[in-house]
């Protein structure tokens, strides 16, 4: 039975309202990192694979996430920046400062001073690693533009990731929900794993310890 006039198919339905939402979700998560927005991108690439228009959908997918994270990072990066041009600095570079310790800052400024721009690929892939990155640039008051040069690709291969991991769950599972749950769990692992290692590994500060 063909469907009736008017009438949108769910398929079509489910893209004009999730991919606007991933763009918001993976901006907001560039801003705010309350939101995980690798394992969001993996669920997506989830659900993409197992559409009709695949490979259509997966690459879209990867696309919108990619330029969500690009936006959120320019966002970012232009609020840390009027911080570091006033005299009373601002709340998001304070906020910047926060979530950057010391020696990580300190790693970040010597690779960037080695490498240049291009740090930022790698600081875009590396579990805790966007930050600092970030604040190297802003403490050596890189214009925008060369941050920008620097974080296109590098939001390119993040998406790139996080989607390899979605088709990767889509693919072993038929069901959609398992592939989702493989594919979120992988991307939480990712991005907690370095944490939790440095707090209980040899060194950090496990039970008993501080």
């Known amino acids: 039975m063909t469907a009736a006039a008017g009438q949108v198919p769910p ?3 489910q893209q004009a309202v999730g991919y ?13 990192p309350v939101i995980p ?10 659900v993409a694979f197992h559409q009709e228009s695949l ?10 996430s990619a330029l969500a994270a690009f936006t959120g990072d320019l966002a970012l990066y232009w609020l840390g920046r009027r911080g570091v041009r006033s ?15 010391p020696e990580r ?36 008051e890189l214009p925008l533009h060369r941050f920008a040069r620097g974080d296109g690709p590098a ?3 993040w998406a790139a990731a996080y989607g390899l991991i979605g088709i990767l769950g889509g693919s072993l ?24 290692w440095r707090r209980i590994g040899p060194g950090g500060a496990g039970p008993g310890r501080g």
């Open 173 to 196: 599972f038929s069901e959609p929900w398992k592939g989702v749950a493989l594919a979120v769990g992988l991307a939480l692992l990712i991005s907690a794993g370095p944490a939790v």
């Open 20 to 32: 606007p939402a991933l763009f918001v979700l993976v901006a907001l998560g560039a801003l705010v």
């Open 87 to 101: 005299r009373g600095g601002s709340r998001w570079l304070e906020a910047l400062r926060g979530r950057a310790t």
């Open 155 to 157: 939001c390119l291969a």
């Open 11 to 13: 398929e079509t339905a």
């Open 37 to 46: 927005t690798g394992a969001l991108v993996s669920t997506a690439a989830v």
């Open 105 to 140: 800052l300190e790693q970040a400024q010597a690779k960037l001073d080695e490498h240049g721009v291009l740090v930022l690929v790698v600081s875009r892939l590396v579990p805790a690693g966007r930050i600092p990155v970030m604040l190297a640039c802003l403490l050596a």
């Open 55 to 64: 490979p259509f959908a997966v690459l879209l997918v990867f696309a919108v």
